[in-house]
């Protein structure tokens, strides 16, 4: 049996995933990480995207909405506000979250930090759509 890293993905809700994997990919909140077999220890601010689990030729695609990944020998676990599997995403909806994040008033620092969380956010969820639907 070949080795493989165990990823686990935890919501506040529930344990969303814990699945076996060959190479895990994920968003980090400066750029992409991709972790195979024996990476080095790791703790890590994910961003808002796509979460990529590669087993043989079968890649699981999920959206997470920020959080943290430890990396601590072939265990990934990932701490995140909410995944969803990519064809579950629709890409409609995900566009009007866009064109709704971006209409939000930004007179104070505050409420444009909030617009600019849910712009990102919302670019996350239609690039994960889009993807899954291509």
Do not use: W
Request: negative net charge; charged residues 25%.
């Amino acid at each position: 049996m070949a080795k493989t890293i165990q990823c686990t993905v935890v919501t506040p809700e529930r344990k969303a995933l814990d699945q076996a994997a060959e190479f895990v990919v994920l968003p980090l909140y400066d750029g992409e990480i991709g972790i195979g077999l024996d990476h080095a220890p790791l703790i890590g601010r994910l961003g808002y995207g796509e979460m990529r689990l590669r087993q043989g030729d079968n890649v699981s695609r999920f959206y997470v909405d920020g959080g943290f990944v430890q990396v601590v020998g072939n265990h990934v676990t990932v701490l995140t506000a909410q995944t969803v599997p990519a064809d579950e995403i629709d890409e409609q909806a995900a566009q009007e979250q866009l064109d709704s994040a971006r209409l939000q008033p930004a007179l104070t620092d505050e409420q444009q930090q909030i617009r600019d969380r849910a712009v990102v956010q919302a670019r996350g969820r239609l690039r994960v759509a889009r993807r899954a639907s291509s």
